[in-house]
């Protein structure tokens, strides 16, 4: 009877209400392994556009460089899927050491809801604010920083 309750609307378990760490464990190397797969076989089914297959000696510079512009959002959009692949392989990896679902920066467990939601995070919530608010604090400094006159634009200022 409690098997029932746990099952979502699709008929297989929802990873959120497992209790069991081994079947939360199975419940993510599924959710992972068809992520995997689904990027690979969107990746095999992709073929160039066409205008990255055309030859270049037809249309102006304004039409070469739109033909450009595409087939670097084209790798751009192929570089994100290998990033994805690549933290996919290292969430089954760490599925195989044990380590699945530990915060890579405190050790605490990353909560079950945040997993399910994000099966490739790597940090509880808590670091993964905290690492926010220093990549936030950090630009923002830079920015700062940027806008600063340089000291030899301040001196040449004052001698004009």
Same mark, same amino acid.
């Given at each position: 009877m409690a098997e029932k309750n746990r099952k979502s609307k699709s008929g297989?378990?929802?990873p959120a209400k497992i209790t069991n760490p081994a079947e939360k464990i199975r419940a993510a190397r599924k959710t992972l392994s068809g992520m995997k797969e689904k990027l690979l076989a969107e990746g095999l089914g992709r073929s160039l556009p066409e205008d990255l297959v055309r030859p270049f000696d037809i249309g102006d510079e304004?039409?070469?460089a739109d033909t450009e512009r595409t087939h *670097?959002?084209?790798i751009l959009i192929s570089a994100r899927g290998k990033e994805k692949l690549?933290?996919?392989e290292e969430a089954l990896e760490k599925i195989r050491e044990g380590t699945y679902g530990v915060c890579e920066d405190c050790g605490d467990e990353i909560g079950s809801g945040r997993? *399910?939601?994000m099966p490739l995070a790597k940090l509880c919530v808590t670091c993964q604010s905290r690492t *926010?608010? *220093?990549i936030v604090h950090?630009?923002?400094s830079e920015e700062r920083l940027s806008n600063r006159p340089l000291i030899s634009e301040i001196a040449e200022k004052e001698t004009d």
């Open positions: 297989s378990l929802h304004g039409d070469h *670097e959002v084209s690549l933290a996919i997993l *399910e939601a *926010e608010k *220093e950090q630009r923002f």
